[in-house]
């Protein structure tokens, strides 16, 4: 199994950056993807997770309205559309997944993932 997260970058507050985690190693359709993030100094939280077999999402209070996930199904490619970002947004984004063929509702939290990718830095200016 393997995530490949890209797109981090600096942008300023209110600018949009679109993060990509490509995968490979296993059945895309039978996982859940999810984007966490860790600030310095702060733990690892949730940002948004899909499951890709039925598309349900959740997203975190915190990016409600701003933040979009999806997934390309034919590229095995989840995306996180970042829009009206803030400072407070500054953090190394990690994608993760676990098998979730046979789970109910969208995992959440970061012990419910199995697999990790590496991190991709999202700098916000003010």
């Known amino acids: 199994v393997q995530l490949q997260a890209s797109g981090g970058g600096l942008v300023q507050a209110g600018g949009s950056l679109r993060l990509s985690c490509a995968t490979s190693?296993?059945?895309?359709?039978?996982?859940?993807i999810g984007w966490f993030r860790q600030a310095p100094g702060k733990e690892r939280e949730g940002v948004s997770c899909?499951?890709?077999?039925?598309?349900?999402?959740y997203a975190a209070d915190s990016v409600k309205g701003r933040f979009t996930i999806s997934s390309d199904n034919a590229k095995n490619t989840v995306y996180l559309q970042m829009n009206s970002l803030k400072p407070e947004d500054t953090a190394v984004y990690y994608c993760?997944?676990?098998?979730?063929?046979?789970?109910?509702?969208?995992?959440?939290?970061?012990?419910?993932?199995?697999?990790w990718g590496q991190g991709t830095q999202v700098t916000v200016s003010s």
């Open positions: 993760a997944a676990v098998y979730w063929a046979l789970g109910i509702g969208v995992p959440f939290n970061t012990w419910e993932y199995k697999y």
């Open positions: 899909i499951s890709v077999s039925d598309g349900n999402t």
């Open positions: 190693g296993f059945t895309f359709d039978e996982y859940a």
